[in-house]
């Protein structure tokens, strides 16, 4: 069954090739838990397949298969297909037979839930699925004031990017349009393909959707859920959060055992 995700699965690795400084952070996580770890919204493999070369069994698990398709090719050429075992299912409602010692949600999968129906489902799995002493680690960025005013017509450049398996260069521009009563984000990714002679030979645009989220909100939604939330981090360094920090990084577990059973 096909996706909204399926159209980034050519794309992605090249339009968030500068995204790195998380993979790091979750690879010492997963390490530090000692495995099995749990991925959820793998994508293309970009946290897991680091995780898996490290040496830890990482299962990856999205709802589109193409993204999935384009994992299980990058792992094959790789020391990390030992490790790395991919799942399709939605992160709302899945179950794998198994539980784990961590499980991740990196850069933003999260906001990918739209209601807090979605958030609770998910997070009533992840608990789940979680070994006893087992945590949940996840990322999302900050809503900022400015950001949530942006004018939805206008596009800004986000960054100049290369396409890391064949040198191409892409122009990445973003446009947002923001229901602040829902806290919905629709969001529009422009990627242009230059050409050696620096002339756009294409323009591709791809759109998604995300619900932001902020600090108290998701410390209740997480406590409500029957977590307890052990630390927040405001960047991947693990610096304490503030009032100045651009990302929240939550590190919670469940209150209380999880059912012998799955």
Known sequence: MSTDFDAWADVYDAVYSYVTADVPFYVDEAVSSGGPVLELGCGTGRVAMPIAEAGVEIVGLD?????????????????????????????????????????????????????VEDQLNALACVKRHLAPGGRLIFNVFVPDLDMLAQPGDA???????????????FVIWHQSSYDNHNQLIYARIMIDELDDAGAMSSRIYRDFQLRYAHRWELHHLLTSAGFEVLDLY?????????????????????????????
């Open 63 to 115: 709802s589109s298969p193409r993204m999935l398709d384009t994992a299980r090719r990058k792992a094959s050429q790789s020391p990390a297909a030992d490790s790395l075992s991919l799942a399709q299912a939605d992160m709302r409602a899945f179950c794998l037979n198994r539980r784990f010692s961590l499980v991740v949600i990196p850069f933003r999968g999260f906001l990918s839930l739209l209601t």
């Open 155 to 169: 596009a800004y450049h986000l960054r100049d990017v290369f396409d890391p398996k064949t040198g191409r260069r």
């Open 234 to 262: 405001g960047s991947f360094d693990r610096a304490p959060f503030d009032e100045a920090s651009p990302e929240m990084i939550w590190t919670a577990r469940p209150t209380s055992r999880p059912p012998e059973a799955l």
